[in-house]
């Protein structure tokens, strides 16, 4: 019995005057929610025939009594046909054979550019033919097979074809399937074949290409699941492409999944590419970018594979970007991120030397009686852990095979084959990290070792990343190893730049670690943790003025002779704050306050006035660094001491004074050096003095000029700081700090009445050192100075204490260009008891 639903049956007529209709072409099915051939289970021998169009190739002949009877068979066409089967269900236990496509020559003829799109349903029976164009006898050359959802030969004993393009015999070209959410072959029986372009008993499988999404394909006891992008059981598989996403794929007897699979023929230049899903849990699994089953080569192959399970569950596992059981398998390449591949019940031992009884492995390229050469295994993304081995090109010969690694973590029970191996250590690796680590028998003899850092990574002298490690010992005769020319560098926690080098760690691991401590070049953005200092000693200084000039303004102004205060006791108060900016090379901004808390006391002598100020002083401010290249560094700083101001001032004018301070200054910092956040606390004392000379001149019965020099030292004692990073900690040395600075002014004072006045002033500093300078072991950092001229500009009000108000102030504001640029400002109390 036969069933036929078809948009067309072409049959040839040939005879008399008539012309013959050769093709069937550009025809259109649709058929929806149709049953078709399903007999009862006592009917057997069915054949359902479905598709687009229909190319029989039957002529007829023109008989004078019998008139048109069938003639000979002649080749046809099936062009352009188009299928579309929605929920239909077609064939049933007992039929035996279904054959849909989008276009059919059933006999012999080409099947080109036909299409068939199928959406749920069921395709049962014995054989299933499944196919965009479909051919007995021809060549199947860029037919599409869309699938989505529904089952294909899913019953017991079914033999299900699923191909883009589908020849019985000829060249399957350039086909294209897609299936999405279908299960094939998936109850114990016979075997299932899924491919972009099926060739089967003669012909070749060229540029084919199958995708496959979240599908179940051969998943039961007893099925062999062959999936690939191009099938050729005879002739070559050559530029196919096969893409699983998810699913399961040949849980059954065994499993061939490959870019192109060559029966007896060549298969290369395929690509197979795998993202999750399960592969071969069964009894075997193949999976290759270019298998070439019984005879042939498999050659420039390329495997991809992501997050896929393959081969647990005890099932043999047979993975390798080309795989040639009696052939040469040389150019292939395999990339994996990831995955589980095999368990701890089929961990291959190599127990034999017998490449031929290896089983779970993964190598760039197999060939079991040929020439092993020329592979790459790539190991990249997220780490390869398993317990199968790891080879390169597994072969009677095996030469130049290449083993590039990336990542971290990597696990694997095997290494063997491989004559280069590159490690690639990842940005972001750290001390103590691992590449790739073996746990059986690990062999790299004659093998030539290349190691780059692909960012600057973190290494401190004594640390290291280890590159291979087995605990067992490795194999290691004859090896050479160099880092790679353009290799990063490493950074220790100090921010010392150092190349690496490669080195044997006995005879058990190959490790990166640095060069001699004392080879290497600290990074210039350390010059901020010199800065901090910079920035204390300008705090130093401007403590040191504040208490020079607008405390002893204020204190005096507590002892006024002709106002009957002599000997008295006057306490005083002194307050000011600065926002100051420090060129050292580059810049420091500093911002705080400045209190100074004393006593003063005036001697009136015959011809001149003494007076002494002890106090107490305390600053708080804090500070920002910044470097020309963006670097910033902030941080807070105080200080806390004592003191001692004397000064004579004569009654010709002349005056002279000096001043001695100390104390502790305490103070932090917080930056990013090289991308990494950096801190650290430092402590240290300091000691000052000063000592001025200065001439005052009147200038009418109201005002006067006061001409003066003066000389500023402040010492800041040496300091160990322990600089914090995400790299580690590092002891960071300061070196004593002295400033020396001058100062050349005048004051104008105009006295509005015997108790106000307001003065101007100006004056030229000069700094003539105040190196800051840093050190972390051998290493000097840039060192900031402030050396150099600043120019600054008073301007101020004070009032005196009389016998009626016992109270006296001093308000100050200064401004300051040149090296030292910015507001300095001030209000004194003081009060006379």
Not at 183 to 193: A, E, V
Not at 491 to 498: E, N, P, Q
Not at 646 to 675: C, P, Q, S, T
Request: no cysteine; glycine share 14%; net charge negative.
């Amino acid at each position: 019995r036969i069933i036929l639903l078809t948009a067309t049956l072409k049959i040839l007529e040939r005879g008399l005057d008539k012309e013959p209709i050769i093709d069937s072409t550009n025809n259109t099915l649709n058929a929806s929610g149709n049953t078709i051939g399903a007999a009862s289970e006592s009917v057997t021998g069915s054949k359902n025939y479905i598709a687009g169009g229909i190319a029989a190739g039957q002529s007829l002949v023109y008989d004078d009594n019998d008139g048109w009877i069938p003639g000979d068979l002649v080749p046809v066409k099936a062009t352009g046909n188009t299928a579309t089967l929605t929920n239909n269900t077609i064939g049933t236990t007992k039929a035996d054979d279904n054959y849909v496509a989008g276009g059919m020559v059933t006999v012999d003829g080409d099947a080109e550019s036909n299409s068939l799109t199928i959406t749920g349903g069921a395709i049962e029976g014995n054989f299933s033919y499944v196919a965009g164009g479909y051919t007995a006898k021809g060549t199947a050359g860029s037919n599409t097979l869309q699938v989505s959802g529904g089952t294909i030969g899913t019953v017991q004993g079914s033999k299900p074809f699923v191909a883009g393009g589908y020849t019985a015999s000829g060249d399957a070209t350039e086909n294209t399937a897609i299936l999405s959410g279908v299960s094939i072959g998936t109850l114990n029986g016979i075997d299932s074949y899924t491919a972009g372009g099926y060739s089967g008993k003669a012909g070749k499988a060229t540029g084919n290409s199958l995708t496959v999404l979240n599908s179940s394909i051969g998943i039961e006891n007893g099925t062999k699941a062959y999936v690939a992008g191009g099938y050729a059981g005879a002739g070559d598989a050559t530029d196919n492409t096969l893409t699983i996403s998810g699913g399961t794929i040949g849980t059954g007897n065994k499993a061939y999944v490959a870019g192109g699979y060559a029966g007896k023929g060549n298969a290369n230049n395929n690509t197979l590419t795998v993202f999750g899903g399960t592969i071969g849990t069964g009894n075997q699994a193949y999976v290759a970018g270019g298998l070439a089953d019984k005879s042939g080569n498999a050659n420039n192959n390329t495997l991809n594979l992501s997050g896929v399970t393959i081969g647990t569950n005890s099932a043999e596992g047979y993975v390798a970007g080309g795989y040639a059981n009696k052939g040469d398998a040389t150019g292939n390449t395999v990339t994996i991120s990831g995955g589980t591949f095999g368990s701890s019940e089929n961990a291959e031992t190599k127990e034999t030397t017998d490449i031929t009884k290896f089983v779970n492995y993964i190598a760039g390229g197999y060939a079991g009686t040929g020439d092993a050469s020329d592979n790459t295994v790539n190991l990249q993304g997220d780490a390869l852990k398993t317990t199968y081995s790891l080879y390169g090109g597994l072969g009677t010969t095996s030469t130049d095979n290449t083993l590039n690694v990336s990542n971290l973590n990597n696990s694997v029970s095997n290494l063997d084959y491989f004559q280069n191996l590159n490690f690639f250590v990842p940005k972001g690796s750290r001390a103590g990290d691992t590449l790739l680590t073996v746990t059986d028998t690990a062999t790299i003899t004659n093998a030539a070792v290349t190691a780059k850092l692909l960012a600057r990574t973190p290494l401190n002298p004594g640390e290291f990343i280890t590159l291979l490690r087995d605990e067992n010992g490795i194999a290691m005769d004859g090896i050479t190893y160099n880092m790679a020319a353009d290799s990063a560098e490493t950074i220790d926690a100090g921010f010392v730049t150092r190349p690496a080098v490669i080195e044997k760690q006995g005879t058990t691991a190959l490790v990166i670690t640095l060069v001699d401590a004392t080879i290497g070049t600290l990074s210039p953005d350390t010059k901020l943790i010199a800065e901090s200092r910079a920035a204390a000693v300008s705090t130093l200084f401007n403590g040191a003025d504040f208490a020079a000039t607008d405390g002893f303004a204020g204190a005096v102004a507590a002892y006024q002779e002709e106002h009957g205060l002599k000997g008295a006791f006057a306490p005083f108060v002194a307050m000011g704050g600065y926002n100051l900016r420090a060129d050292t090379g580059s810049y420091v901004d500093t911002n705080g306050i400045n209190t100074d808390i004393g006593f003063v006391r005036q001697n009136y002598g015959r011809n001149h006035t003494d007076t002494i100020m002890p106090f107490v002083e305390y600053g708080n401010g804090n500070y920002t660094s910044h470097l020309d290249d963006g670097a910033r560094g902030d941080g807070d700083q105080r200080y806390v001491g004592a003191g001692l101001l004397v000064r004579r001032d004569r009654a010709d004018g002349l005056h002279y004074e000096g001043m001695l301070r100390a104390g502790r200054l305490n103070g932090d910092f917080k930056g990013i050096i090289e991308g990494y956040r950096a801190n650290y606390d430092s402590s240290a004392a300091y000691v000052g003095a000063m000592a001025g000379l200065g001439k005052r001149i009147p200038a009418g019965k109201t005002s006067s000029y006061d001409f003066y020099g003066k000389f500023f030292w402040n010492h800041l004692a040496s300091d160990s700081v322990q600089l914090h990073s995400d790299i580690g900690t590092a002891q960071y040395d300061f070196d004593t700090i002295d400033s020396y600075r001058t100062r050349l002014g005048f004051r104008w004072t105009e006295n509005t009445d015997k108790t106000t006045s307001y003065y101007a002033g100006l004056a030229w500093n000069y700094e003539f050192g105040g190196d800051a300078k840093a050190r972390y072991r051998t290493f000097d950092t840039p060192s900031p100075s402030t050396k150099g001229s600043s120019a600054l500009l008073e301007l101020g009000w004070q009032s005196k204490i009389t016998r009626d108000n016992p109270w006296g102030a001093d308000i100050r504001f200064t401004g300051w260009a040149g090296t030292q640029r910015g507001v300095t400002y001030s209000a004194t109390v003081s009060r006379a008891f």
